[in-house]
């Protein structure tokens, strides 16, 4: 399994949000120096959010996202304003590997098939819920679908990875959604990526137990209740 730090940017900061609250964000540095420090420890991969960019819908951090991708020798993932197809040109233009699309796989159809068909797996899904509803808009919209249907219909799509993300769970350090992902596991064949609430290393491991594609962790290794190193090394053994 992948474990994917995972760097959140708001006003060319890194930070983390309290269930995906923007009034409840706290600073954690700078987002270059972070990427290289997640590099040098030993990622395999690192997981961009740009925060402004998922509110605002639209992207506001490339030239930090861009300096990111170039001075690191890991892919990156990014997800956070991606609403057409010229977003995706110009995100992968930037050296990002993979475009996570959120609200508009929701909500524009047509533009998520053209870009699969497109871009096929350098494309993943940002699958966010809340009471296991899909919601939207950075979390800040709400829907009445189930996150599972949700899946399901990417999958028919031709969607290979999804980022499940409990919101409830994510920034709070309870524990990641384990029978929320089991469940989502048990419901389709793509590759899932576990996010929101991961802990510490047990915590982490009990994803690993699902065999599922990869694990998100954002907030347990910026308070050091998960050592990025000691899991990584963990997850390789």
Known sequence: MILFPAIDIKDGKAVRLYQGRFDKCEEMGIPLEIAKEFEKTGAEFIHLVDLDGAKEGKRINSDIIKAIAEAVNIPVQLG????????????????????????????????????????G???????????????????????????????RQLEKIGVKTVIYTDISKDGTLEGANIEGLKALSNAVNMDIVASGGVKDLEDLLKINELNLYGAISGKAIYSGSLDLKEALDALKG
């Open 80 to 119: 956070g304003g991606i609403r057409t197809l010229e977003d995706l040109e110009a995100i992968f233009d930037l050296g990002v590997s993979r475009a996570i699309i959120g609200t508009a796989a929701y909500k524009d159809k047509e533009f998520l098939i053209k870009a699969v068909e497109k871009y």
């Open 121 to 151: 797996e350098k494309i993943a899904v940002g699958v966010d819920a809340k009471d296991n509803k899909v919601a939207l808009e950075g979390w800040l919209e709400s829907t009445d679908m189930d996150y599972i249907e949700f899946s």
